[in-house]
């Protein structure tokens, strides 16, 4: 047998324990993450056990990892905030729009409360007139040259009109009071001269106006279509130049090309196309009426016109003039139609300014004819005496 060797090299330093070596090898891995290289002369240590430190790592560095992520997040939302972030202050051109759209909403806002107070106030004394009309026919006094009794078949209403239509007489006053004040409004813009998007603003304000009084006029020729056809919603100047109810657009079309100079030679193409086919359309309308007409003479004449007439013919001969009658609502909203096309048409075939020179002088021509109607009434009158 061979005696035994002396174990120079042993496994493990035989003055350590094996459990109290990890703790140590543990506690200075640990010692080392978690107070950095505090000694830069001892990087075999951290070296030789990779394993271990990796073990170690997690519960080592929360702290360092934990920051960070911390400044992972701060960062990563304030470059999205940056890149999301508009411009902080609107250009003037976008306040001043904003400003004037407020504006339109505000003042439409005030019309409509004042249009509610007015209708209401309309109703009252409507009420009223009424009353006092009622007590009127019972005493058999006359209003408008004639006897305001059941007998004559008068309306109800003052100077022999419905009560539908003195409300709309006077819807269709505060229609001209706010025509007028829409048209100051676009006489400013224009001499202003502000850009196109700012002024197409004020056009349409306008052109919806035109809209509103149509609507008005569609109501009231519903239960008294006489009313409009007979004009007395007009001055006397204007009734002069009516048709069916209202302007004829033909010679709107004519009056207003020579204010809106100067045009090309392709709108004024577009505009004597429009004004072709608008003609076409008033001489269609004006042979439907007058055949109506017609129809409605030979009805009424059909029979003998002695007195007294034949009841059983006479009401036959009225109940089928009724039914006639009630195509005339259909050509006064045709017509009004046709106007109302006529304005919007001629919008398209002109830019933003010359549509407002347009609306302008549509209004300056109607304001005219008004304020002659005031000129001839107030005329100093001198008695002839033969």
Known sequence: MRPPTLNIFPSEPMHVEPSSTKGV??????????SGSKRPSEPSMELANPRKIDAAAPS?????????????NRKGPTTSSSEQEGPKTPDPKTLRRLAQNREAARKSRLR?????????????????????????RTQGMFFGGGLVGA???VPIGINNISSDAAVFDMEY??????????????????????????????VDNCLAHYDEVMNLKSMVAKTDVFHIVSGMWKTPAERCFMWMGGFRPSEV??????????????????????????SEAEDALTQGLEALNQSLSDTIASDSLSMPPNMGNYMGQMALAMNKLSTLEGFVRQADNLRLQTIHRLQTLLTTRQSARCLLAIAEYFHRLRALSSLWMGRPRQDHQG
């Open 112 to 136: 409509k409360k004042a249009y509610v107070q007015q209708l209401e106030s309309s109703r009252i004394k409507l009420t009223q007139l009424e009353q006092e009309l009622q007590r009127a």
């Open 60 to 72: 080592g560095l929360p702290e360092s990892a934990k920051t960070i992520k911390r400044e992972g």
């Open 173 to 202: 006053a505060r229609w001209l009071e706010e025509h007028h004040r829409l048209m100051c409004e676009l006489r400013a813009a224009v001499q202003e001269h502000l850009p196109e998007n700012e002024l197409r603003l004020f």
């Open 151 to 153: 007998e004559q078949g």
């Open 253 to 278: 079309i004519k009056i207003i090309v020579t204010q809106i100079e100067p045009l090309t030679e392709q709108q004024l193409m577009a505009i004597c196309s429009l004004q072709q086919s608008t």
């Open 25 to 34: 090898s543990t506690a200075g891995i640990v010692s080392s993450a978690t």
